[in-house]
């Protein structure tokens, strides 16, 4: 018996070798897997768990993270990369309370840990904001609209400035074009502009439904695109390959236009540029990443900051909340950016009837339309994000018979090849940004 239980232990550990070099290796499900066996063989290692959570949180994972870390610190209370991995991937979510108790453990544990003292800051300072702004909030009824006290005629355009112009208030295909070639060399538009574009596409967008119905007729094609996230060049390329937006050759771009790329100002003007333009020829759905807790933490708040100002931040939380959720093309395929629901029975005129003008909630049909995955095995489990859920292909099968649509396109996920299908050929994840994060995946 003791034979068999050292062997294993050692068996663990050369797997836990092989994961770690996986890891090193920027291959993040494969040391997901070898972590798996090293656990099955000895699940009383904490640093296994530790492990395994650190790579389910770069592969965005978090909940599942949360759920090995705290096993981790279940073997093993002052283990302090148990608390550190749990705290990351509570920071990853937005959830900075929860963030602050596990890394104020890791500095009780160890004080002169460098990398720790940060993010305690980090997590201190959001805690302290989220408290102020709970304080001094007013309710809905209450909230001002930042764009209806936004005119962007009255800011003047310095003769000095070289770049694309709107003459009046018609956005021009010339306009655009110049915009585009503008942004390739890594120069922005004037403020005027650019607020001009944000604000033309708020009102275009709050007039649609929650729902919105796409026809497109006989022999005609229609393009769907997926995560794009701050990619320009890459948003650039699919108009190469494919023409640019018009009415004769529309897009769909299915959420998560920004973040974590360093161009995401720049996409989301083109889209909401082309969207001006071309009101049937641009539909844009919202993701995850169109919200405030998210641009907050992935990078779009700050790019915003530096680029623009405070005010377009507040102006892109207030726009982000118009998009619409979901797309029906032609009856018959269900576009949205994430995925299906808790529960069955959920019609198209509950998802029309949804009031989408706020900040994505924790739960419900909206929570879940932007954050679950589809999963290989029936029924339905908890998220591996740690937000919505994951949901297997009888749940697909039951949704398109009740709503008698045949097929479900949907984003949010990454996928080397670019698009994936699913659920007996009835579910098509499509990804759309090849450089994400700046670097091919």
């Known amino acids: ?36 066996q090293a656990i099955d063989l000895n699940g009383s290692n904490a640093v296994y768990w530790a492990n395994r959570a650190f790579a389910h ?23 302090s990369k148990g608390y550190y991995r749990r705290g990351a991937a509570y920071l990853a979510m937005g959830k900075f309370k929860e963030a602050l ?45 930042i764009a209806d006290s936004l005119d962007y005629h009255i800011i003047e355009v310095e003769p000095q400035y070289t770049g694309a112009r709107i003459d009046g208030d018609t956005i021009t295909l010339d306009f655009v074009k110049q915009m585009l070639e503008d942004f390739k060399k890594q120069r922005c538009i004037h403020k005027r502009y650019a607020l001009q574009i944000v604000l033309q596409a708020r009102d275009l967008l709050r007039a649609v439904p929650s729902l919105v119905d796409v026809n497109v007729p006989n022999g005609c094609h229609f393009t769907v695109c997926g995560d794009v996230h701050g990619q320009y060049f890459d948003l650039l390329n699919i108009f190469e390959l494919n023409g640019l ?154 949704f398109l018979e009740d709503n008698n649509l045949d097929l479900v396109v949907r984003s949010h996920e990454v996928k080397d090849e670019g698009y994936e299908t699913m659920h007996d050929g009835k579910l098509i994840t499509v990804f759309s940004a090849p450089n994400y994060c700046d670097q091919v995946c």
Not at 10 to 24: C, I, M, P, S, T
């Open 1 to 36: 018996m003791g034979d068999s239980s050292n062997s294993n232990v050692q068996k663990a550990e050369e797997l836990k070798l092989r994961a770690n070099d996986a890891f090193k290796a920027n291959k993040f499900s494969q040391a997901v897997e070898l972590y798996d």
């Open 57 to 79: 949180t770069k592969l965005e994972e978090y909940g599942s993270a949360v759920q090995d870390a705290t096993k981790a610190i279940e073997i093993d209370p002052k283990y």
């Open 101 to 145: 108790k596990d890394f104020q453990q890791v500095k009780r544990i160890c004080p002169n840990d460098p990398d720790a003292t940060r993010k305690l800051k980090e997590c201190e300072k959001a805690v302290q904001k989220i408290r102020f702004e709970e304080a001094i909030s007013v309710g809905d009824t209450e909230r001002r609209s």
């Open 245 to 398: 937006p018009s009415e004769d050759n529309p897009y769909l771009f299915n959420g998560d236009f920004v973040d974590r790329g360093s161009f995401s100002l720049e996409v989301i003007l083109t889209l909401f540029a082309f969207k001006c333009l071309y009101p049937t020829g641009m539909y844009l759905a919202r993701g995850n990443h169109e919200s405030k807790s998210m641009n907050k933490i992935y990078g779009f708040e700050g790019e915003v900051k530096s680029k623009l100002s405070d005010t377009f931040v507040e102006l892109f939380a207030e726009v982000f909340c118009c998009l619409p959720l979901a797309h029906v093309i032609n009856k018959k395929v269900f576009v949205v950016h994430g995925g299906l629901f808790s529960v069955d029975g959920v019609k198209l005129s509950d998802i029309k009837a949804i009031d989408r003008f706020c900040e994505p909630p924790e739960e419900g049909l909206m929570c879940e339309i932007l954050w679950s995955d589809p999963q290989p095995q029936p029924g339905r489990g908890p998220s591996k994000r740690g937000v919505g859920l994951s949901f297997g292909g009888d749940v697909t099968k039951r």
